[in-house]
């Protein structure tokens, strides 16, 4: 999130009276970045519409405009740059402000946030964000997608865009400068700005080029992420803001019908993105030009007149809210994120968090930013030491943090936290991994003298989290147990096509099953359990899953079920012939974003975790609703197959009206769909009785 304001020169009092010209205060760019600023903290709060995180960009577009304005209008004197007192405007403007917020996250995050995870992230962003760099400290933390849970429980995630801002401000001076002085070189005024104007419109093409480039790429930290999060993906949104300061002075040419009408089709283009975007939209890339180029529209509009838009724009509410839209964007996102994990279930809070967020805006805006942004003169010579307090005192906050961290990890109480939310063992013995089953490591065996057959678990991490039980439940009836889990596969015959590339998209999921399958039907085990995270697969609206017989590609739940079910149907009807007997083992209950919940052990604040206090819970009505299409799916795909069934959980994890993280002192749940060790081994007699059903005694295979 950029600056406001500062970039105008007009905003220092003591420029003016050095006699310098003072442009008229563009109210509606104002109004603009008011828009834009509710756009992305509505989205932050959970309020539609969808896309509002293209408030951002629209944030990108106004800085290049109104800062390459400033710097314009400086080389158009013929005085050159005045780099001290641009630098000077930025340290004042930005820093004290990032500074203040900082410090005061890090302080609340020794209560408010986790010890065993999001303290940490959040510090790491901060001391980034200190430094500038936050951008690229989030584009190169593993999984941390912008809409992931990784990054949306970090307090200083939006921090990004006030990376990529000071980026571009560090930079993009000194090659305009460098670009007006080579082609001033014995040319007038109006072929200057043209091979400026060439030169920069290059710069965008190969900017905007690798932004669709990398939006597509297949690769984690090349792909999505360095698209979304890195300045050389961005900066073509900066350079057309720039690109309109350079012909501005044309656009007031403009008849003001004409403006009227191109405000009307921006203001209609704006909305069209922030209403359709959702957070599977492949972005930035060629979708990033919807913002862009709304924004261009608009401010065209408000240089060639002052009627229609514009004026709804200048309106005085409007243009508080723009005055105040960079502190505003620097505080509510911290308070969403403390007031989420809080409370985790209440509808409202983080909106209200969003609201209350305006509080501290307004006392930073009077009594810390127009300040230190309006002292005098001197001011600017005292720069250094204001950027270096601004800079190491949040420095050092993240650092207490960190160390605070540490303390409250060795404590017996967050021990004992720790403890109850541990990984299964099908991790610690490294058996979740994207490999077939003939590949598999024997660690992943549990064997019994003279077994009477051998036992199968496969699927996802799903599968995974009932490692304890199905070992001891088919151990105590006298079978080996392999554990073969690969995280995020489902063991189905279908191709799952997610937003941010992974290991399991593609063709690697499908490969590994279909392998293991042919190992299963080689080797006939007495018994293979079938688990994963259906609910996830067909309720995620970031993922599509595709047919691999037709190719169909389903994005819908309702499709995307009938896709699963078909792919599972084709996986048990080979075991079925082969004659190995299967159990399919629907979803636990889940406290995930994409059923309506938001629970995780691991980002329960300190106080939480202190005061036993950290659980969440949903209605049993409700976790059957989510789950229902997947569950129609799976028990479709075993109808007719003599050597299949279903297995259900509810009954042992939930009571007949909820579904709860946590029972008495017993911790159920690790994470908002995983189980805890000890909720799973409360399903052992569960799964010793499918066993003892379902399972055929017959040779261990080799």
Known sequence: MPEQQAEDPSESPSEHRAGRAKPRRRADIQGLRAVAVAMVVAFHAGIPPAGGYIGVDVFFVISGFVVGG????????????????????????????????????????????????????????????SLFAANIQLANVPSAGYFGLASTTNALLHTWSLSVEEQFYLGFPALLAALWWFASRGAVDRVRRRLVILVLAGLAAVSFALSVATTFHPSERLGTSFAFYMAP?????????????LVAHRLTRLPAALAVGLGVVGAAVLAYGAITFDEATDFPGVAALVPVVGTLLLIVAGTATDRGLPQVLSLRPVVWIGDVSYGWYLWHWPLIVFAGVLWPEQDGVLVAAALLSLVPTAL????????????PDAATRRVLPLMAVCILVPIAAFGALLAVGRVQRSTPTVERFEEAIREHEDRVRG??????????????????????????????????HFTEPVVAAGNAAGYDVTVAPTGGCPFADILRRPRVPGFFSGDVCRDAVAASLDTLIERKPSLVVVAMSSTEVVNDPTDAVEDPETGAIARTPEAKAEVYGSGLRRVLAELDEAGVPTVVVHTVPQFNETLGGSWRAETCPAIAIYLDRCDGSRSRRGVEAGQRLARTAEEQAVDGLDASTTLATEDVLCTE???????????????????????AELLTPLFARAIEEQAVPGPVPD
């Open 70 to 129: 400033v710097l314009l209008r400086e080389l158009g004197q013929g005085s050159g740059l005045g780099f001290r007192t641009f630098y000077a405007r930025r340290v004042r403007r930005l820093l004290p402000a990032l500074a203040l917020m900082s410090t005061v996250v890090a302080l609340l995050s020794t209560v408010l946030l986790s010890p065993l995870t999001t303290q940490r992230t959040t510090a790491h962003t901060g001391i980034a964000a």
């Open 233 to 245: 993906s961005r900066a073509w949104e900066f350079a057309a803001g720039v690109l309109l300061a």
């Open 364 to 375: 930073s805006y009077r009594y810390v930013e127009n300040p230190i942004r309006f002292a």
């Open 431 to 464: 058996c979740d991994v994207p490999l077939p089953l003939s590949e598999r490591s024997e660690d992943c065996t549990w064997t019994v003298p003279d077994p009477k057959g051998a036992v199968y678990l496969v699927g996802d991490s799903n599968a995974g």
């Open 657 to 679: 009206t909820t579904c709860a993280t946590s029972r008495d002192d017993l911790r159920l749940y690790r994470d908002s769909i995983h189980l805890s060790v000890d909720g």
